[in-house]
């Protein structure tokens, strides 16, 4: 089933933010999430906020959610605008899945127009669309390129089909090579490849397969994560069911360090524990923004927003979604206001993610005194706590979580 939302406070009806959200709006990058809830078929270890033609039931259609997700773009302006600040530029714009290119190109641009019709696109503006493989054509990405999209990021998680079989995805893996060809050849500015490595039964061997198919196809971009089983999904009860094994946590630092291996040597540097990119301009920008704590709207159902410390989810049903907007209400479900303790946590937790690394006076005394020893043990950089940011080392990145421990006693 879809994943459930967290609990939280009340949002008022009209979606407005509490002033302490909107001090600095438009000072701060500002990037648009748009979510697009269906696919075709369920995979097994998915736990996103999405709906087969099956599950959706009645009074929920396809053909309706582009206006819908336009409604919510234009209310997000009245709230972003409400202290009289109207030079708002958005600095990217990421659809995600779901999968997005089950809409039509025109669908997905006049979401597109209306971010840019709203807040204006930065004239750099990165603008990117996940696809599957299989969801898409070349006249398709043809369209998305003249729509505005710049950069195109392809769910291939690997070139074996046993491996695809388990994970429960149903496109050809030789379809890769031939959709990233017609992204090239439709312009797009950066294309991407999203992996996935510890699937139940994937040898060392079955990865470096995937690793060599992937960078066979030249990519600009390529993301890496370990297989989560999570609970409530296919694969979870396959797994209590016996009839796979959970991801061993040695084999998946094993083809962690596979793949660090070959795609530096492929010239893909890491800029985040799970992203390697050809250079710098190759990062996904609107991951940076994540990542680096700016602010961002979440359109559509059960995503996420996050403006001056406010954080809020939206209702996670399609036709909840749609009726809210229908109804001149704003479609938030909760909101958290962050304390400056959450927003501390959660700075280190993913700042320290990045190549660029942590500022170390961020921390309070307590964490700055474990730095020396967890230089001393391999996991940070050596000197990095006199001379600037800490950055992880190699080491460092498998066992990151418990570095961030360290830094937050």
Known sequence: MPSTLPLGDPVPADGSLPASALDGVGERPLSFYVHVPFCTVRCGYCDFNTYTAEELGPGASRTTYASSAVAEVRRARGVLTATGRTDLPVSTVFVGGGTPTLLSPADLGSVLTAIDEEFGLAPDAEVTTESNPDSVTREDLEALRAAGFTRVSFGMQSAVPRVLAVLERTH????????????????????SLDLIYGTPGETLEEWRTSLDAALACEPDHVSAYALIVEDGTALARRVRRGEVAMPDDDDLADKYLLADERLEAAGLGWYEVSNWARDEAARCRHNLAYWRGSDWWGVGPGAHSHVGGTRWWNVKHPVAYADRLSADLSPAHAREVLDDETRLVERVLLELRLRDGLDPAVLDDAGRAQVPDLVRRGLLEAGSEARGPLVLTLRGRLLADAVVRDLIP
């Open 172 to 191: 050809d893996p030789e379809r890769v090579p031939r959709v990233v060809q017609w992204a090239r050849e439709a312009g797009f500015d950066q294309v």
